[in-house]
């Protein structure tokens, strides 16, 4: 694509996959059918990202609400990761570094086990970071990250003082990769529903009502062009 050339391709990409019950219904089946679907859908678009220049990517797969859902769909959901995560090294020759952001505590040891497989085995991978965001929640991650640093203040290596904004991200799940840019949400929702909400500070949002496993590679582009064009200013004029 020529235009890329003039693209400021965003670092950072959060992406929200929702409205895959949606695009099941629609066509008369199980919920768990649109949730494969947009497992594909995740495999394109995490290569459109690296193809496009784009450094990270972090997916909402699993929300610390999602719980509330029937469990034959939480276990759908769940088997789908365990799929993932079993062929995940067939796709080494992609070069894609994953890794897992959220409260793992509450996953089965097995699922547990393979995502600490995974995250070594892609370790050294360096053309796309892709963070896969399972149990996740924006104020539980914060919380999280306030207990990292209560620890410290009790233990004595730091004082109250010590704690700044610096501090706090470097205790969240993402502390290695850079606030995020660009927030795509699918499906016509207008909300961030807890994702990212210390990243996303000074994050540009596109919103499409296209349902995620509908996202094409062009819908990517579209958005990211969308961001290409306007004019960030993080609080300056
Ligand atoms: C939101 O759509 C989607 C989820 C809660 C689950 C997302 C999970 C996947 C796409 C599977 C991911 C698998 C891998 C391998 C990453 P929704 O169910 O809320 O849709 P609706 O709003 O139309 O009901």
Not at 11 to 28: P, Q, T
Not at 72 to 97: G, H, P, Q, T, W
Not at 121 to 144: Q, V
Not at 158 to 175: F, H, R
Request: aromatic residues 10%; proline residues 4%.
């Amino acid at each position: 694509m020529s235009e890329n050339i003039a693209l400021n391709v965003p670092v950072h990409v959060g992406i929200i996959m929702d409205g895959n019950g949606r695009w099941a219904k629609k066509r008369l089946m199980p919920r768990k059918m649109g949730h494969r679907e947009g497992a594909k859908t995740f495999r394109t678009i995490t290569r459109a990202c690296k193809n496009m220049g784009i450094k990270y990517v972090t997916y909402y797969a699993f929300s610390t609400e999602n719980w509330a859902r029937p469990q034959d769909e939480v276990d759908a959901i769940m088997d789908l990761f365990e799929k993932y995560l079993d062929d995940v090294k067939s796709f080494a020759d992609e070069n894609i570094r994953i890794r897992f952001i959220g409260d793992r505590s509450k996953l089965t040891p097995s699922l547990q086990q393979k995502m600490a497989d995974v995250e070594k085995f892609c370790e050294k991978f360096d053309s796309l970071d892709c963070f896969l965001a399972i149990n996740y929640g924006g104020r539980d991650e914060i919380k999280h990250s306030v207990q990292e640093i209560a620890k410290k203040v009790q233990r004595g290596e730091i004082s109250p003082e010590d704690i700044d904004e610096k501090l706090i991200t470097e205790n969240l799940y993402t502390a290695e990769a850079p606030p995020v840019d660009l927030i795509i949400r699918p499906s016509g929702e207008l909300r961030l529903s807890n994702f990212l909400i210390w990243q996303a500070a000074y994050a540009e949002y596109y919103f499409t009502d296209i349902l995620w496993p509908d996202f094409k590679p062009e819908d990517l582009e579209k958005a990211v062009k969308s961001f290409s064009d306007r004019n960030r200013r993080f609080g300056g004029v």
